[in-house]
C-alpha cells in the first residue's frame, strides 16, 4: 500500500513513522526539497497547482491524504479524480475560509464567536456597530500560528489594524474574554467508528502553540461531552474520515467553537507516547477503513513545541519519561522545530516534571 501525503512538514513525517509497522509506504508532495518528510517518505518538489507533478504523485498510489489546510481544494479534486483524497476535500473547502467555517458552525449549533464578513471600510465600520469592541480582526484566509490578526481593543486599533489587513477579505469576530483553550481531536473512519481524544488544554505564545496537556486539567464529563457532541456534529456533517481537530475557547464554563483543521494537528502530538494509539496511527487507520484503536489516555502528558532554537538534547533525555522529537528542520525564530512530550502519573507528578523541563529549555 502506498498513501500519498499532500505536504511533507512534520506532521506528515509523523504520519509516515506511525504508518511503517503497519506496512504502509508514502509518498509526499512538497514545496521544499528539505521538508521534514523528505526522508521518510519518497518526495516529490512541486507545487500544488502544478498538475503534471499531481499526475506523477497520484500514479500508483492507492490514497492520498493532507497535512496542511492550505492544499489547494482544486487540487484535492482533481486528485480525487484519479485516487481517493480523505478527508473529504469539502473538509478543506470549510476549513481554510473563517467565514465559511464558522457559518458551518453556526448551521450545525456549534457556539462559536459572533462574526461578519468584511470587505470594505464600510463593512468593517457595521461590524463594529454590531459587535462591539474588543474585537478581532482575521484575514479570512492563510491565517496561522496567530499571523494575519489584530486585537482591536480601542478606536485607534481600528485604522491600524485596516491599513495592515485590508486587500484580502477579511473577518470580524467578537473577543472571548477565555478562561483557557482546550481543543478535541476525534476520529472517524470510513465505515463510520468514531472516537474521541480527551480534551486537551492549550498555552499560545505569540500565536504559537507552546504547551499542551492531557487530560486538561479539572475538564468535567459534561464538558467532554459537550465537546464530543460538537465534533460528531462535524464529522457527520462532512461525511468525514481520518482525524479532525477543533480549538474551542472556554467561556463561562462552556465551549465556543474558534476554529477546525481537517488533520492531524499540533495538540495532538502528545498521544505519540500519552495515548493508547497514536492521533498518527488513528489518521492512517481511519482512512483505510481499519478498526480504530483506542483513543485512551497512558498517563498524564505534557507536549511543549520546541520553537526558534533546539534546547540540549542531552539534558532534556535525562529526564525520565521525557520523549524528543527532532524535525530535522534548520533552526530560525518561531519555526517549531521540535517537540518533547512527558508522561507522569499524576497531574501533580506533571506539573513538577513540567517545570523541571521548562528550566532546561528556557535557560
Ligand atoms: P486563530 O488563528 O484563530 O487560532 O487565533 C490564534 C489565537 O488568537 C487563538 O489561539 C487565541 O489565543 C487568539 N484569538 C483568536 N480569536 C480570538 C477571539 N475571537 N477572541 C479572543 N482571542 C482570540
Not at 473529504?88 to 476549513?95: D, K, S
Not at 448551521?107 to 474588543?134: C, H, M, Q, S, Y
Amino acid at each position: 500500500m502506498i498513501i500519498g501525503i499532500l505536504g511533507a512538514g512534520q506532521l506528515g513525517r509523523m504520519l509516515a513513522m506511525a504508518g511503517y509497522p503497519l506496512g504502509l509506504h508514502f509518498r509526499t508532495l512538497d514545496l521544499s526539497s528539505e521538508a521534514p518528510a523528505g526522508p521518510v517518505s519518497e518526495l516529490i518538489v512541486a507545487d500544488f497547482n502544478d498538475t503534471d507533478a499531481l499526475k506523477r504523485f497520484a500514479r500508483g498510489l492507492d490514497l492520498v491524504t493532507y497535512e496542511f489546510e492550505s492544499v489547494p481544494v482544486d487540487s484535492a479534486r482533481f486528485l480525487n479524480r484519479r485516487v481517493t483524497v480523505l478527508p473529504p476535500p469539502e473538509a478543506l473547502e470549510v476549513a481554510q475560509d473563517r467565514v465559511s467555517e464558522k457559518s458551518f458552525f453556526e448551521r450545525l449549533g456549534i457556539p462559536a464567536p459572533r462574526f461578519l464578513a468584511v470587505n470594505t471600510w464600510d463593512d468593517l465600520k457595521n461590524a463594529l456597530n454590531e459587535i462591539g469592541l474588543p474585537a478581532v480582526l482575521k484575514t479570512r484566509r492563510f491565517g496561522y500560528d496567530g499571523k494575519g490578526q489584530f486585537v482591536l481593543r480601542k478606536t485607534e486599533d481600528v485604522s491600524v489594524a485596516w491599513q495592515s489587513l485590508s486587500g484580502v477579505p477579511l473577518i470580524l469576530e467578537s473577543f472571548v474574554a477565555f478562561e483557557r483553550e482546550l481543543s478535541i481531536l476525534a476520529v472517524r473512519s470510513r465505515p463510520g467508528e468514531t472516537r474521541f481524544y480527551p480534551l486537551v488544554e492549550n498555552h499560545h505564545q505569540d500565536g504559537i502553540l507552546r504547551l499542551s496537556l492531557c487530560p486538561a486539567p479539572g475538564a468535567s464529563s459534561e464538558l467532554q461531552s459537550e465537546a464530543e457532541d460538537y465534533a460528531k456534529r462535524a464529522l457527520e456533517a462532512l461525511n468525514y474520515v481520518g482525524v479532525l481537530a477543533i480549538e474551542f475557547f472556554q467561556h463561562e464554563g462552556h465551549l465556543l467553537a474558534n476554529e477546525m483543521a481537517p488533520r492531524v494537528h499540533n495538540s495532538g502530538h502528545w498521544t505519540i507516547e500519552g495515548a493508547e494509539t497514536s492521533q498518527f496511527e488513528n489518521h492512517l487507520r481511519a482512512i483505510l477503513g481499519l478498526p480504530l484503536g483506542s483513543t485512551a489516555t497512558v498517563g498524564h502528558s505534557a507536549m511543549l513545541n520546541i520553537i526558534g532554537t533546539i534546547p540540549d538534547s542531552r539534558k532534556i533525555l535525562s529526564m525520565p519519561d521525557t520523549h524528543l522529537h527532532l524535525y530535522g528542520k534548520a533552526a530560525r525564530p518561531n519555526r517549531k522545530l521540535g517537540h518533547i512530550t512527558i508522561r507522569a502519573q499524576s497531574e501533580e507528578a506533571r506539573g513538577a516534571r513540567l517545570a523541571e523541563l521548562r528550566s532546561i529549555t528556557e535557560e
